[in-house]
């Protein structure tokens, strides 16, 4: 069964810093992964996601991540944070073959101006 | 084009009652997932249609909640005797191949 961990569940950035978001992920098998972001008051918006091409996935919002399976790992990065980057941030996992989207706790970015 | 929408935006109901929660997806998408998102329990897998085969009802937390889809198309999700815990919002997503599940604004159902 696939299990995902967010570490950090609120993380604080100066305007113009960079974000980086944790996600790991636990799988026999190299997994689907995405990342979402949601708004408050909103649903989720897929931001990016890797289906085994490329490992350096570039999505919307100057966001991307990168997949690392010798660290299981996906993280989400942004080089400068604006202030309208300020949402939940979500990890999920999907398996080959599977469609059930597992989702880590979410982490929540603040960003100071 | 038009995304997943849903019915109502916010729902308040007394301990007890039934409510049915509505999910439009978008056109053409074949497969349609409920999630619930409570701060307890963070996103949870509810219910999976794809096409018209049998549905995945493996997520759902108890027999009181059940969910259908007519014409492959859109999809209520009715929880009977709602009680407190039942309080969160739903969330509705379809989507057609490559496992991109594009989500609605939810659903906020308070049981009071």
């Known amino acids: 069964a696939q299990s995902v961990t967010q570490l950090g569940s609120h993380v604080s950035v100066s305007e113009g810093a960079l974000v980086l978001l944790r996600c790991n992920y636990s799988?026999?098998?190299?997994?689907?992964l995405f990342w979402y972001v949601q708004y408050p008051n909103q649903g989720l918006q897929l931001l990016l996601k890797y289906t085994s091409a490329a490992t350096l996935v570039k999505g919307i919002n100057g966001f991307e991540a990168e997949f690392k399976k010798s660290e299981t790992s996906f993280h989400l990065t942004k080089p400068s944070a604006h202030m309208s980057d300020a949402a939940e941030y979500f990890c999920?996992?999907?398996?080959?073959?599977?469609?059930?989207?597992?989702f880590g706790k979410g982490t929540k970015l603040s960003v100071i101006p | 084009g038009a995304g997943v929408s849903q019915s109502p935006s916010n729902k308040v109901t007394e301990k007890g009652k039934d409510v049915e929660l509505r999910c439009d997806p978008i056109s053409g998408h074949t497969a349609l997932y409920w999630y619930r998102q409570s701060l307890g329990q963070g996103l949870e897998f509810l219910i999976y249609f794809q096409g018209n085969s049998a549905p995945d009802k493996s997520g759902l937390p108890s027999d009181r909640f059940s969910a259908e889809r007519t014409g492959g198309s859109v999809s209520t999700l009715t929880i009977q005797r709602t009680q407190q815990e039942d309080s969160a919002v739903y969330l509705c997503?379809?989507?057609?191949?490559?496992?991109?599940?594009?989500f609605g604004p939810g659903t906020r159902l308070t049981v009071t």
């Open positions: 997503a379809s989507s057609s191949i490559g496992y991109e599940q594009y």
């Open positions: 799988s026999s098998v190299p997994p689907y």
């Open positions: 999920a996992a999907t398996g080959a073959g599977s469609y059930q989207l597992t």
